[in-house]
């Protein structure tokens, strides 16, 4: 099992930047790759960029990229999602998730992929 601990939400402005962490723990050497997806009330859960956990592959969606920034700290088994220019459009509750799943399209991320959820975090962005 992997334990997913999110932080760092809250309420910006338009324009306003923020940082999500995602602490993991458990059997994190199984881990294949990391996650941020978010869910907008009314709508799907989306993903917003994927990360492998070894090899530094990103995934973005094409909404957030030169916007938001995915990083991780393997030694603390931490990844991060910097979040600039933050718009009204990117309000959701923010999910971090962890894949052990292998398959390509996991890297772009395949929801069935990945088995551990955080318990999400709330980004509200003002106009």
């Known amino acids: 099992q992997v334990q997913l601990v999110e932080s760092g939400g809250g309420l910006v402005q338009d324009g306003d930047s923020l940082r999500l962490s995602c602490a993991a723990s458990?059997?994190?050497?199984?881990?294949?790759?990391m996650g941020w997806f978010r869910q907008a009330p009314g709508k799907e859960r989306d993903v917003v960029v994927v990360?492998?956990?070894?090899?530094?592959?990103?995934y973005y969606r094409d909404s957030v990229k030169g916007r938001f920034t995915i990083s991780r700290d393997n030694a603390n088994n931490t990844v991060y999602l910097q979040m600039n220019s933050l718009k009204p459009e990117d309000t959701a509750v923010y999910y971090c998730?962890?894949?052990?799943?292998?398959?390509?399209?996991?890297?772009?991320?395949?929801?069935?992929?990945?088995?551990?959820w955080g318990q999400g975090t709330q980004v509200t962005v003002s106009s």
């Open positions: 458990g059997r994190t050497f199984s881990i294949y790759a």
């Open positions: 990360i492998s956990w070894s090899g530094g592959i990103t």
């Open positions: 998730a962890a894949s052990s799943d292998r398959r390509w399209n996991c890297l772009r991320g395949e929801p069935n992929c990945y088995k551990y």
